[in-house]
């Protein structure tokens, strides 16, 4: 079984709905992060967790929040989706009591009409 | 300027063919990572270095810190090696990315 998962795979939305990405891991780690990948940028960080009571802005935090439910959960919200938030997303986790490495999910494809 | 720049962009070798991949960076890091994205889309984590080299079969990763410099090489290259290989700059827990060198190696 993978160690990050993330649900759903693949998203089809319209303009202004409320859309959920969810994320789980079962690596144990207190690091988790939600970034988002657009043909010819490269990944870009939207929010990052540390622990559970611990949530921190990235790069492009507007127009999404998260919810840390669990250390293993970690969830990303578009409150009113819009067509330029079309993109791949992706969930990774990290363990900062070994080295930096991160472990990324299978990425949610999200395409916003 | 992005604080993380890859070269080139795109490219195709033939199946055997060396290949470099070139990362610079105009930050202070804590390590150097270099991952790779599959056609399907999964990214997995090749190498994390803060100095000198690291070998792992055909792929080679080398940094120069004082030159901000790092390189990704791949010997024997195969098609299956075919993918996106991204750099990203480790900071303070973070990771600054690369826009990625896309590369084909055909048989």
């Known amino acids: 079984d993978a160690d990050v998962t993330q649900t759903p795979r693949n998203r089809i939305t319209k303009t202004g709905k409320r859309i959920m990405l969810e994320c789980s891991q079962t690596k144990g780690h207190d690091r988790m992060y939600w970034y988002r990948q657009d043909p010819g940028l490269g990944l870009r960080l939207i929010y990052y967790s540390f622990d559970v009571k611990d949530i921190n802005k990235g790069e492009i935090s507007d127009g999404y929040s998260v919810s840390r439910q669990a250390q293993a959960k970690f969830s990303l919200s578009l409150e009113s989706a819009i067509p330029n938030q079309t993109a791949l997303y992706f969930c990774?986790?990290?363990?900062?009591?070994?080295?930096?490495?991160?472990?990324f999910g299978p990425g949610t494809r999200l395409t916003v009409l | 300027k992005n604080e993380v720049e890859q070269s080139p962009q795109n490219l195709t070798a033939q199946e055997g063919e060396f290949i470099t991949i070139n990362c610079s960076y105009s930050v202070g890091i804590s390590a150097l990572h270099w991952l790779q994205q599959h056609p399907g889309g999964g990214i997995v984590s090749l190498f994390m270095l803060s100095s000198g080299k690291k070998k792992h079969g055909r792929l080679i990763a080398t940094i120069n810190i004082q030159e901000k410099h790092s390189s990704l090489h791949i010997t024997a290259s195969h098609p299956r090696d075919s993918a996106v290989y991204i750099c990203a700059a480790g900071i303070t827990d973070k990771l600054i990315f690369g826009t990625g060198t896309r590369l084909q190696v055909f048989p």
């Open positions: 990774a986790t990290s363990d900062p009591s070994g080295t930096d490495e991160q472990f």
